[in-house]
């Protein structure tokens, strides 16, 4: 395989869109994915970007990709958070994830982030063990929480 890691470009959001809809029915949430494409390209190539994204790319066919936005710890200062890294199901194994999980520590530091955060499901194993291949640290103490605004009332 020869394959390119680069910068995202608005070009590519309906593939990354793609990609995240594809993650979301692997992780058993299909519905769960309702943003816009309009909303996702000014949400990342707008006035005022809110992610970014590295993608993987072999002769003009994007294989995965990495989201990741700027996180701030008032203990730690600013990290980066990894949204969502994915290696279409056809290209994993041949060192994608790897090669995407590399370009963000190397942009990581480039940024003087103090280190990179993010989330799996205690039943994706897969993940749970690439992650194991970086060292990463598990915190079992916290627990998720969210407010769906729409059901806010």
């Known amino acids: 395989m020869n394959i390119q890691i680069r910068k995202a ?3 590519d959001c309906a593939r990354l869109l793609e990609l995240v809809k594809e993650l979301a029915v692997y992780e058993k949430a299909p519905e769960e994915v309702t943003v816009s494409l309009e909303h996702f390209e000014e949400s990342g190539f707008g006035e005022n970007p809110v992610w970014w994204a590295f993608v993987a790319e072999e002769n003009n066919t994007i294989l995965g990709f990495a989201l990741y936005y ?10 980066m958070y990894l949204e969502d ?3 279409t199901e056809e290209a994993r194994g041949e060192g994608i994830g790897k090669l995407l999980f590399d370009q963000l520590v190397k942009e990581a530091k480039e ?3 103090n280190g990179i955060t993010w ?3 205690e039943w994706n194993e897969p ?4 992650y ?3 060292n990463a640290a598990f915190d079992a103490e916290w627990i998720n929480c969210s407010i769906d605004l729409k059901k806010y009332v």
Request: hydrophobic share 40%; net charge positive.
């Open 9 to 11: 470009e608005k070009k």
């Open 70 to 79: 700027i996180r701030y710890s008032t203990w730690k200062g600013q990290r």
């Open 85 to 87: 890294i994915l290696v």
């Open 111 to 113: 940024k003087d982030f």
């Open 119 to 121: 989330q799996v499901l």
């Open 127 to 130: 993940a749970i063990n690439f």
């Open 132 to 134: 194991k291949k970086f």
